[in-house]
Every structure is written in structure tokens, then in C-alpha cells.
């Protein structure tokens, strides 16, 4: 049975770090994109940040850049989201999610393949 879990979020202040991890169990991620998604209340589901299943290309959203770092342990099956200077905007429920196609997962998060429960990120101001 494939199971995405996701832990790491919490409650932060502006300013704060946080560092989501996701845990792939059930199968290998090698072949696999990675990415992270979110959303916030009253809002569509975004892409936050991918990465493809050798690391070597990786895709963040502009709202997001030089704050957070993805990165991936295929030895391990994880997935991680490093989350620095956060922002009351980034509060949202936090998804991950895996896919064969890195460029379908960059475009958005539609007919992806397999998707965690997610983990809630609260930034207070």
C-alpha cells in the first residue's frame, strides 16, 4: 500500500523556520518527481516546490524563492521542505505529492499520481 506521510509543520512566528519532511512508504521513489503543494484558507491548492527524482532539477514557486530549499534522500524514500523567513502567507495546509512526470508536477497539482494528508504550517505576525 503506498503511503505518503508528511510531518515538520507547526506554529512559527513571522521570521521563523520550519522543516517539513515526507516520508514515502509502500514503494521506491527512484523515478519519481517529488514536490511539495499547498493551500491556504479559501484558496486553490499551489505548487510550492519540485524536485526530480535525481535532484538535479528543481522548481520553486516565486512567492517562495531564496526562503525555502527542497531536497530529497532516495536512500531513505524522503522527501524535505527547509522553510526559512516565514510569512503570515505561508500559512497553509501542506501537501506532499510524487509523480512519474517531473514537467506535469511543475505545472500544477492535477493528476498527480499519489498524494500525502498533509501537515498544517501556521505563521503568526
Known amino acids: 500500500q503506498v503511503q505518503l506521510v508528511e510531518s515538520g509543520g507547526g506554529s512559527v512566528q513571522a521570521g521563523g523556520s520550519l522543516r517539513l519532511s515526507c516520508t514515502a512508504s509502500?514503494?521506491?521513489?527512484?523515478?519519481?518527481?517529488m514536490g511539495w503543494f499547498r493551500q491556504g484558507p479559501g484558496k486553490g491548492r499551489e505548487g510550492v516546490s519540485c524536485?526530480?527524482?535525481?535532484?538535479?532539477?528543481?522548481y520553486y514557486v516565486d512567492s517562495v524563492k531564496g526562503r525555502f530549499t527542497i531536497s530529497r534522500d532516495n536512500a531513505k524514500n524522503t522527501l524535505y521542505l527547509q522553510m526559512n523567513s516565514l510569512k503570515p502567507e505561508d500559512t497553509a495546509m501542506y501537501y506532499c505529492?510524487?509523480?512519474?512526470?517531473?514537467?506535469?508536477?511543475?505545472?500544477?497539482?492535477?493528476?498527480?499520481?499519489?498524494w500525502g494528508q498533509g501537515t498544517q504550517v501556521t505563521v503568526s505576525s
Open positions: 524536485i526530480s527524482w535525481t535532484g538535479y532539477e528543481t
Open positions: 509502500g514503494f521506491a521513489c527512484d523515478g519519481y518527481a
Open positions: 505529492a510524487v509523480d512519474r512526470n517531473y514537467a506535469r508536477m511543475v505545472a500544477g497539482p492535477f493528476d498527480l499520481n499519489y
